[in-house]
């Protein structure tokens, strides 16, 4: 099955750029996604790729996918500590299923 | 104002009784699924449904049990036969379009249950 990797932890300072990674094994993933965890709650999208796509923008986000490499990231330009918060992963499965990474905490500091 | 609930939000229970998670969307989605999140190791599929009145395992379904009675609601029983029930359990929804892959599930914020 898929199979989807992230680093767990990743420590910025406020208005710097934090870049988040991803590694996934299944090749046949259309569509990939990073969700966004604040303490104690549930999981809240933030963006999507689609397979055929190299980059997408919104906003403050950029990612960036290579599908030879199999490797997704999340740029976040100019760190707010409002983004502090776990950062997940997921890659369309079979059926109905998503898999998840384990998620990366993003600390922000001053 | 569409969503979906869990509750309660922290439930205890002693070791060896059957407990029930409680989940309901609003969002007319046909797909549900249950998660456990454990620090360090993300997020595991317990069980999904993808319409009412049928739902298949997920990577991590022994000790677990579900039903889905109406479109709605998405029950999740964790059974004394769980090892390790300890954890916090998400259930999210999706509406799914046959033959599109696109599939953003929609979160609800979580039941932490502790076993004492």
């Known amino acids: 099955g898929e199979d989807v990797e992230q680093s767990l932890f990743l420590s910025v300072r406020e208005g710097d750029s934090s870049v988040i990674n991803c590694t996934y094994t299944d090749s046949s993933s259309t569509y990939l996604y990073w969700y966004k965890q604040e303490p104690g709650a549930g999981l809240q999208l933030l963006t999507y790729i689609f397979s055929n796509m190299d980059m997408k923008q919104d906003q403050r986000l950029t990612v960036l996918l290579n599908k030879k490499d199999k490797h997704l990231s999340l740029r976040i330009a100019d760190t707010q500590t409002g983004d502090s918060a776990i950062y997940f992963c997921?890659?369309?499965?079979?059926?109905?299923?998503?898999?998840f990474g384990t998620g990366t905490r993003l600390q922000v500091t001053l | 104002d569409g969503g979906i609930t869990q509750s309660p939000k922290y439930l205890f229970r002693k070791e060896g009784q059957n407990v029930t998670l409680s989940c309901e969307q609003n969002?007319?989605?046909?797909?549900m699924y249950w998660y456990r999140q454990d620090p360090g190791q993300g997020l595991r599929l317990i069980y999904y449904?993808?319409?009412?009145?049928?739902?298949q395992k997920g990577d991590i379904a022994e000790g677990y049990s579900v039903s889905r009675e109406k479109k709605e609601s998405f029950p999740l029983t964790v059974t004394s036969a769980q090892k390790n029930p300890t954890a916090f359990y998400l259930c999210?929804?999706?509406?799914?379009?046959?033959?599109?892959?696109?599939?953003?599930?929609?979160f609800g914020p979580g039941t932490r249950l502790t076993v004492l």
């Open positions: 969002l007319n989605h046909d797909a």
């Open positions: 449904s993808q319409i009412v009145n049928d739902f």
């Open positions: 997921a890659a369309t499965g079979t059926a109905s299923k998503l898999t």
């Open positions: 999210a929804s999706s509406q799914r379009v046959a033959g599109f892959p696109y599939n953003e599930q929609f």
